[in-house]
C-alpha cells in the first residue's frame, strides 16, 4: 500500500529547489567571494538591488545575519532600535540586538504587527543623558507573528517621513517582502526610496535553499561587508547558491499569488471547524489560528502528524500553516478534507 506524500506545512523554509534551480546552480560560473571574485554573486547582488532601487546588495548566509548586520551598522553602543514587539529581530534572533550592537531595543505593540507613524514618533527619545540615542527604526513585511500580514504605502510613507525628520535610520526586515508585494501590488522600486536598508529573504517564499540579501547605498554596503566579515559570513564559491537566488527572482516570484490563494482557502476552512476559536484573515501564505481551551494544540497536531501533514505551534493554543512552493492544490484539498474528517 502506498501512502500519500507527507505535507509540510511548518515554514517556507522547507522547500527543495526544483530541478530547474539545481540545474542553474550546477551551471553557475563561481569564483571567491571574499576576494570579490564570484560573477554570479555579484550578478545576484546587483539584481536585487536595482529591483529595491536601491545601489548595491550583500549575499549571506541567512535574514538573521542581514538583519544584524543592518542593525550594527546603523547603531553604536547606548543607541536604540525601536521596532514592534513581536518582531523577529527581537523574539527570534537571539538577542542579536544585545549581543552584536550593544543596542537597547524600544517595543511598541502594532496591530498585526503595523506600527504607526504616531507610535513610531512617540517612541524618539528626547535628548537626555538618562536614555538611549535612538538610531533605527525596524519594520518587518510581511509581519511573521501578524499573520503575514502588510503594510499599506501610505503608512510607510508617513513612517519614512518621520524618520527623515529627525535623522534616524529606516530598516526593512522584508524576510517575505516578495510576498508583501504580489499582495499589495505594491511597486517594488518605492522601497528604495524609502528605506535606508532592506533584507530580503531567498529561501522563504521564493524557494532558494539557502540565503538573504541585504541591500542599501554603495558605502553603507561597504561598511556591512566588514561586519559581516567578523560575523564569519564571508563565503568563497557561494555562486552555486546565489544561482539559486537569481533563479528565484526571476520564476518564483509572480507564482506567490497562488501559495496566497491556498492559504485563504485554508484560513476559510479552518473557520468553519468548532474546535477554532479564531482564525487571523490570511493576507499572504501564512494562517494563524487559535485553537478553543478543550481542544489541547499538541493533540492537534499529534492527529495531523498520524495523517501525514505537518504544522507548527505557534504560542499557546495557537497553531501555524505556511503555504509555499511545495504544497500544491492537492495538499490543500486533502489538508481541508483530513481536518473535517478528523472533526478537529
Known sequence: MTHPAPIDLRSDTVTRPTPAMLEAMFRAPVGDDVYEEDPTVRALEQEAAARFGLEAGLFCPSGTMTNQIAIKAHTEPLSEVICEQNSHIYLWEAGGVAFHSSASVALLPGERGRLTAAQVEAAIRPDNLHYPITRLISLENTHNRGGGSCYDLPTLEAIHEVARRHGIALHLDGARIFNALAATGQPTAEYGRLFDTISVCLSKGLGAPVGS????????????????KVMGGGMRQAGYLAAAGLYALD???????????????LGDALAALPS?????????????????????????????????????AFGPQTVRFVTHLDVDDAMVNRVITTLQELAL
Do not use: M, W, Y
Open 213 to 228: 540579501v541585504l541591500l542599501g547605498s554603495r558605502a553603507l554596503v561597504q561598511k556591512c561587508k566588514r561586519i559581516r
Open 251 to 265: 520564476h518564483h516570484v509572480e507564482r506567490l499569488t497562488d501559495d496566497h490563494r491556498r492559504a485563504r482557502q
Open 276 to 312: 477554532v476559536a479564531e482564525v487571523l484573515a490570511p493576507e499572504t501564505n501564512l494562517v494563524i489560528f487559535r485553537l478553543r481551551d478543550e481542544v489541547p494544540a499538541e493533540q492537534f497536531l499529534a492527529r495531523l502528524e498520524q495523517h501525514g501533514i505537518r504544522a507548527a
